[in-house]
């Protein structure tokens, strides 16, 4: 089993910055690929970033694309996203996940049935 813990959620102004963590503890040494999805109210949860553990490759949501950078901290087994010029549409309460199941490219782990372990959540609220 692996546990999942994120933290860094909080109110901030449009084009603002946050900086979320995800510590990972348990089994981590069996993890293969780590994410970030969110969830707004009344809506789907969606993808945002992904990272292969060990080899760094990522992968990110259009959406995102250029503002937010997903990265890990193996020697912490840590993971991060940094998110800049935040706009209210970013509101939402931000899940990391962890899968321990190789893939043939950071591309496949895009949804929400790809991943094995989450996190409680923590909620992002930015304000216009």
């Known amino acids: 089993q692996v546990q999942l813990v994120e933290s860094g959620g909080g109110l901030v102004q449009a084009g603002g910055s946050l900086r979320l963590s995800c510590a990972a503890s348990?089994?981590?040494?069996?993890?293969?690929?780590m994410g970030w999805f969110r969830q707004a109210p009344g809506k789907e949860r969606e993808f945002v970033a992904g990272?292969?553990?060990?080899?760094?490759?990522?992968y990110y949501a259009d959406s995102v694309k250029g503002r937010f950078t997903i990265s890990r901290d193996n020697a912490k087994n840590t993971m991060y996203l940094q998110m800049n010029s935040l706009k209210p549409e970013d509101t939402a309460v931000y899940y990391c996940?962890?899968?321990?199941?190789?893939?043939?490219?950071?591309?496949?782990?895009?949804?929400?049935?790809?991943?094995?372990?989450w996190g409680q959540g923590t909620q992002v609220t930015v304000s216009s």
């Open positions: 348990g089994r981590t040494f069996s993890i293969y690929a």
């Open positions: 990272i292969i553990w060990s080899g760094g490759s990522t």
């Open positions: 996940a962890a899968d321990p199941r190789p893939k043939s490219g950071v591309y496949y782990y895009t949804g929400v049935n790809q991943y094995m372990y």
